[in-house]
C-alpha cells in the first residue's frame, strides 16, 4: 500500500464587502451577566483547534469576560438587558469576527440539505475564518438605539427576545476577509451560497423582524501568501 505524502496546510482567502441599507443591530449584552451567560457555551475542540492552526490566540474564558467587559463598558448598574456594539479604548465600535463566522455557521446550517452538503455547519466552524479579528464600522458612522418591541408585538412576530433595547446603524459598509482552508469543498460557489442565503436571513439582532439583511460583493478565492 502507497503511502500517501504530506500535504503541508495551506489557505485561500477572498475579500468581502457587506452594504446594510437598513439597520443592524447589535447583539452583545451590556451587563456582566449578560456577557457571562453568552461566553458559557465553549465552542467544541475540534474548531479550538481550527483556530489555533489558523494563527488565532485563544483565550481562557476569564481572560475573555474581562475583554468583553472593557469592550462593552459593562455596568451592574443597568435596569434593563441591552444590546450595544463592542468598542476600542479609544471608542470606535467594531463588529467581531466572530459575528460574522457565527452568522455564516448559521447559514451553513440552514441551508445544508437543500445544496446536499451534509455536515456543512461543522465544516464552516472548523475551516472558514474571518479576519480581522476587529471589523470597524465606518469614521462618522452615527450609533442609534432602539427601544425594542413590547411582548404584545412580540407575541404578533412570533419571537421573544431578551433585549429591551439595542444599539444600532445603518447604511454602513464593512469590508473583511474570509479565510478557508484549501481544501476542495471549498469552491467560489460554496461560499457564495452562505453569502446568499445570509443576505436574506440577515445579519444581527431583530432578524426575525426582517432586519438585518445586507447586499454583498464577493472576491475570489485564491491562495493566501
Known amino acids: 500500500m502507497t503511502k500517501k505524502e504530506y500535504r503541508p496546510l495551506q489557505f485561500r482567502e477572498a475579500q468581502v464587502s457587506l452594504f446594510f441599507e437598513g439597520p443592524l443591530h447589535a447583539t452583545t449584552p451590556a451587563t456582566p451577566a449578560g456577557i457571562k451567560f453568552m461566553l458559557a457555551r465553549t465552542p ?4 479550538l483547534e481550527a483556530r489555533v492552526a489558523a494563527g488565532e490566540r ?4 476569564p481572560e475573555l469576560e474581562d475583554r468583553v467587559l472593557a ?5 451592574e448598574g443597568e435596569e434593563e438587558q441591552r444590546a450595544v456594539f463592542r468598542r476600542d479604548e479609544k471608542a470606535r465600535p467594531f463588529l467581531h469576527h466572530n459575528f460574522v463566522k457565527g452568522h455564516l455557521r448559521d447559514a451553513a446550517q440552514a441551508i445544508g440539505r437543500a445544496v ?3 455536515g456543512f455547519q461543522r465544516f464552516v466552524s472548523e475551516t472558514l475564518f474571518v479576519r480581522p479579528e476587529r471589523i470597524y464600522l465606518p469614521d462618522g458612522t452615527e450609533v442609534k438605539e432602539e427601544v425594542w418591541p413590547t411582548h404584545f408585538d412580540i407575541y404578533r412576530m412570533g419571537r421573544v427576545s431578551a433585549f429591551c433595547r439595542a444599539e444600532f446603524v445603518a447604511g454602513v459598509r ?3 476577509t474570509v ?3 484549501d481544501d476542495s469543498r471549498w469552491t467560489q460557489r460554496v461560499l457564495e451560497d452562505l453569502f446568499l442565503y445570509g443576505s436574506q436571513k440577515g445579519m444581527g439582532g431583530g432578524r426575525g423582524r426582517g432586519l438585518g439583511m445586507y447586499t454583498y460583493e464577493l472576491g475570489p478565492l485564491t491562495h493566501s501568501a
Open 44 to 47: 467544541p475542540t475540534g474548531e
Open 174 to 176: 464593512v469590508a473583511f
Open 116 to 118: 446536499t452538503f451534509w
Open 58 to 61: 485563544i483565550m481562557g474564558i
Open 179 to 181: 479565510r478557508v482552508t
Open 71 to 75: 469592550e462593552v463598558n459593562a455596568s
